[in-house]
């Protein structure tokens, strides 16, 4: 994965992470991630003491709901939510930079993310 590919995805995850908390989604009820945006949460949501600083340094809460993906009905409404915000306040497909990022990516992801404090977290999914 490109250094390009990797601030593209960690972009996507801090913007839905932004869409949570303007919609005050700590509960996991009103918008879902794409799968690879989910699979990047996961891994901050490891990094307990990382995911703890985000929480407080936007003051929120904002729970991960795993059995949410076995609604697919509701998730199919949170997902219909989340393309249509990310398009209103972004005015670009969701899925664009995924999709690109999809197709060249064979290996186990690594996402670098440098924190206000300065450190750099490493969140790795594969």
Partial sequence: MSKREIADLAEQYFRFMMMKVMTKDKNGTKLS???????????????????????????????????????????????????????????????????RILKTTTSMLFLFIRTLTGKTVVIECD
């Avoid at 985000?54 to 059995?67: A, D, I, K, L, S």
């Avoid at 989340?82 to 209103?88: A, D, F, K, N």
């Fill in 33 to 99: 991630p794409t799968p690879l945006i989910d699979c990047v949460w996961h891994e901050h949501i490891l990094d307990t003491k990382s995911y703890k600083a985000f929480q407080e340094f936007y003051n929120c809460t904002v729970h991960h709901r795993p059995g949410g993906a076995d609604e697919p009905g509701p998730k199919r409404q949170r997902m219909s939510r989340t393309v249509q915000l990310h398009r209103q306040l972004f005015d670009q497909s969701l899925f664009d930079r995924e999709t």
